[in-house]
């Protein structure tokens, strides 16, 4: 105990290890939200069966949930370093763009992988609400952004929570790749820690214990959001 509290307090690692929580925890949200308004269009595309689009869709989906995690990060990474210098270097935010890439394009990739699997949970949810209650809101004169809006959004919610849910476990899991590329989230932090200190063990089980308490606090969040959506549904019941 001695040993974990200097590591901790003394080498000023504790702080560290929050930074990087904060990384991972900002790293996940980011992607995980721009993944779902990137699947949600993409998701009714194929709900709709609109031509010609609904089998792109279903490319784009099967190509990155088949490819790793990790070389999407690597593609992404590597692949656009170029392009994203000489913009910054057009538009005259260079440095702050180089400080900046490994966190943006650490979350552009998570925002693909989350997006793919995503378009196919909401599609799911959408699937299930019955096609006469659509219909119905048609017959009273609804606009059809106001059937959108009123009637087929809440309900695909509601139906899509669990299997979102889902998918911000992996997401959250994910951000622990990036540290592949020298982002300072948790992961990289406590692979540092451990180089530095020697004392691999400690450090992985903290770092392991935090991704637990974000997993645990996230899944409760999930519950407390599942019974709000769920009152009038169970006593119908």
Known sequence: MTDVWHFLFDQGWALSLLKGSAVTIGLGVL???VGLVVALPMAIIRWREVTLLAPLV?????????IPGLLIIY???FGSVEAVDAIGAFF????????????????LAISI???AYSVEV??????????????????????RHGIYLRVVLPLMVRGALAGINNVW???????SLVSVVGLGELMRTAALAAGISRSPLVFYLIAGAVFLLITWASQRLFV???RHLNRGFLEAR
């Open 113 to 115: 992988i989350s997006s």
């Open 92 to 107: 005259g935010f260079q440095a702050a763009l180089r400080s900046a890439y490994a966190f943006l394009m650490g979350m």
């Open 224 to 226: 407390v959001c599942e």
């Open 169 to 175: 476990q992996l997401t959250i899991k994910d951000t």
């Open 75 to 77: 593609l992404i990474f």
């Open 58 to 66: 279903e490319g784009y989906t099967m190509l990155v949930r088949s």
């Open 122 to 143: 909401l599609r799911g949810a959408l699937q299930s609400i019955p096609e006469g209650l659509i219909e119905a809101s048609k017959a009273l004169g609804m606009p």
């Open 31 to 33: 992607g995980m939200c």
